[in-house]
């Protein structure tokens, strides 16, 4: 599973075997686990908390969504080399 940045404690993952979804990344904090929270990107390169696994409060989902929009294009492609595709799926 590729290990994409961290920020404030929190570890920004991708699942090795999830490419038939739409692009997303897993957000835990310290370790990855299989329950994480998960944002979906979207089309107009933003993100949406999908669920909240980590159970990670209100004021962090903010500034984690902040960020993960901000990092929108690296996550991308990481995810076409990542998951051999020039083609992604996006949630909206």
Request: charged share 20%; glycine share 4%; hydrophobic share 35%.
């Amino acid at each position: 599973m590729p290990n994409l940045f961290s920020v404030s404690g929190y570890l920004i993952y991708f699942w090795s075997n999830e490419n038939n979804e739409p692009i997303h990344v897993h957000v835990s904090k310290g370790r990855p686990t299989k329950h994480a929270t998960k944002f979906w990107l979207t089309s107009d390169h933003g993100c949406i908390l999908a669920t909240n696994g980590s159970k990670i409060s209100n004021h962090d989902i903010n500034k984690l969504s902040d960020v993960i929009s901000a990092q929108y294009e690296y996550i991308c492609e990481k995810w076409k080399l990542y998951f051999d595709t020039e083609k992604i799926k996006f949630y909206l």
